[in-house]
Each structure stands twice: as structure tokens, then as C-alpha cells.
Nanobody, 126 residues
Framework: QGQLVESGGGLMQPGGWLRLSCAAS????????VGWFRQAPGKEREGVSC????????TYADSVKGRFTISRDKTKNTVYLQIDSLKPEDTAVYYC???????????????????WGQGTQVTVSS
């Protein structure tokens, strides 16, 4: 059975950058929309970015536009999320998930799902 595994988080200083990975095993991510979500302490999970399966079109939440970059490496069956100019408010557990495209529908469906992976913790603090 296929699964996604998030990695790449850590304790970072404001202004830094990091790249999160979402690696798939047991199935091919190529044709799926893949979204990144985050959940900060005491807050609801929110979608931050998505990359579409067929055309690779990317979308971002307004709050992260210009700092987050989502990309896909089909040879590694992995989707990445690069976060630049880290801010303390980026502190959250980051999750990835996949669904059928397009992103605008996939993200809505994924947000209400109950089962999530372990995610990867990103902490931004000086």
C-alpha cells in the first residue's frame, strides 16, 4: 500500500530557509495533485501549497506567496516545499497529501480527511 513520508523539518532561525520533502512509496505521484498543509499549535490545519498532477501548475496560500516554492521531482517520486525567509509564524507541523487533480478541488477534499501522516516539525525561533 502506498504512503507518503514527510521529512526535512527542524529548528531554524528567522530569515533562514529549508526544504521539506514528501516522498512517495508504493505508488507513483506523477498524476496526482500533491498538497502541503501545516498545523500550528492551537490552530486548525491549513493548506499552504499544491502542485497539480498533469500540468504541474502550482498554487499558494496568500499568506505564503513569494516565500514558499513547491516542486516535483518525478525521478525521485518526491514533492518538495522550499520555505525561504523563515518567520516564527511558520512554526508548525507540515504534512503532505495527494488526491486527484485539480488542486483547487483536491485541497478542499484533503483538508477534511481524518488520516494524516506524522508530518515534519518546523520550528522557527531565535
Amino acid at each position: 500500500q502506498g504512503q507518503l513520508v514527510e521529512s526535512g523539518g527542524g529548528l531554524m532561525q528567522p530569515g533562514g530557509w529549508l526544504r521539506l520533502s514528501c516522498a512517495a512509496s508504493g505508488f507513483t505521484l506523477d498524476y496526482y495533485a500533491v498538497g502541503w498543509f501545516r498545523q500550528a499549535p492551537g490552530k486548525e490545519r491549513e493548506g499552504v501549497s499544491c502542485i497539480d498532477g498533469n500540468d504541474g501548475v502550482t498554487t499558494y496560500a496568500d499568506s505564503v506567496k513569494g516565500r514558499f516554492t513547491i516542486s516535483r521531482d518525478k525521478t525521485k517520486n518526491t514533492v518538495y516545499l522550499q520555505i525561504d525567509s523563515l518567520k516564527p509564524e511558520d512554526t508548525a507541523v507540515y504534512y503532505c497529501a495527494n488526491d486527484w487533480p485539480p488542486c483547487i478541488l483536491a485541497m478542499s477534499r484533503l483538508l477534511v480527511r481524518d488520516n494524516w501522516g506524522q508530518g515534519t516539525q518546523v520550528t522557527v525561533s531565535s
